[in-house]
């Protein structure tokens, strides 16, 4: 009775409602700009996608208009198509590369830091700067890869291995915007999977090698259960982010070219916003894609239940 006078007491003192008075003065700029800055924008979006507004005049109310546009519209479906494969692609293709590079770099070999700083430097490189550059790189005239690809097939004498018109060519342009975007997300996941790998216990594996199993078997029935719920969370993360995917389409593939081979949702849903200024069925695409995220997340939390250890 005396512990509970105590705390009644304390949470009455002056000091307590200064603390109080304090906790939500350094709070509230967060709280404001979550308000303003998230849930007031979505809050808006839901709202507007029944409405038509040309950005300019005032909305007119449209009801389900948008909607019946959306579910005919042949773009958006090539759009969601698009995006679909960018996230097939780009999702398993990131975590297993980035596993494996966070198994390497997990080994204590020399100069490791080193590789470490190397791998991690694209994620902190603007999305821009590096798309930039990829362009560059998959360049059909004068870009590096393709010149290794002539000079390889000269020194092989290999006729087909020709220079490729990679972001010019429907079959090749989402390919290499996957393969770009790969390489820059490699370095953040890689030190999520090293930090999981290093917690989980040795003695886990002293078991395992003394009941008579290898490497393999190792990483099959001791890490990967053991970082699993880590790897949970990059899965979602990275197929949230995948289905965001904007800044390397619009810099490496303007327009969704070629043939709207490169158009995603996001991408299609900026053209309408504040190119076409139809901000009324932006705010329908991105509904559409906010349903579609959260209905994969869901799956996934639902699904985690067989996989993911605890």
Avoid at 6 to 31: D, K, Y
Avoid at 32 to 59: E, K, M, R, V
Avoid at 98 to 108: C, D, G, M, V
Avoid at 194 to 207: I, K
Wanted: charged letters at 10%.
């Amino acid at each position: 009775m005396a512990r509970v006078s105590f705390s009644r007491n304390h949470a009455s003192s002056p000091l307590a409602r200064i603390e109080r008075i304090w906790g939500w003065l350094l709070t509230l700029p967060f709280v404001l700009g979550l308000l303003f800055f998230s849930l007031g924008p979505i809050s808006a979006a839901i709202g507007l996608a029944f409405f038509h507004w040309d950005n300019l005049t005032p909305p007119r109310f449209a009801g389900l208009a948008n909607w019946q546009r959306l579910w005919g519209d042949e773009l958006f479906w090539k759009a969601l198509r698009n995006t679909l494969y960018y996230v097939a692609g780009s999702v398993p293709t990131g975590i297993v590369l980035s596993l494996a590079l966070a198994l390497l770099i997990n080994l204590r070999l020399p100069a490791i830091q080193i590789f470490r700083t190397l791998y991690f430097t694209p994620v902190v490189t603007s999305t821009v700067a590096v798309a930039l550059v990829w362009t560059w790189f998959y360049d059909s005239n004068y870009g590096i890869l393709n010149y290794v690809i002539e000079r390889l097939g000269r020194l092989l004498g290999i006729a087909w291995l020709r220079p490729i018109a990679w972001l010019n060519d429907p079959r090749t342009a989402m390919p290499a915007i996957i393969a770009m975007s790969v390489w820059k997300g490699l370095g953040y996941n890689m030190v999520i999977f090293l930090a999981a790998l290093q917690n989980v216990p040795r003695e886990l594996y002293e078991a395992a090698a003394i009941d008579g199993a290898n490497r393999f078997r190792q990483f099959i029935h001791v890490t990967l259960p053991g970082i699993s719920p880590v790897m949970f969370f990059v899965l979602v993360t990275s197929m949230i982010g995948a289905f965001q995917v904007f800044d390397q389409v619009y810099i490496m593939a303007r327009d969704g070219r070629p043939a709207n081979s490169t158009l995603t949702l996001v991408y299609y849903l900026y053209n309408h916003a504040f190119r076409y200024l139809d901000m009324g069925y932006a705010c329908t695409i991105g509904m559409a894609l906010f349903i579609l995220i959260g209905a994969v997340t869901g799956i996934q939390i639902v699904l985690q239940r067989k996989w993911v250890h605890s």
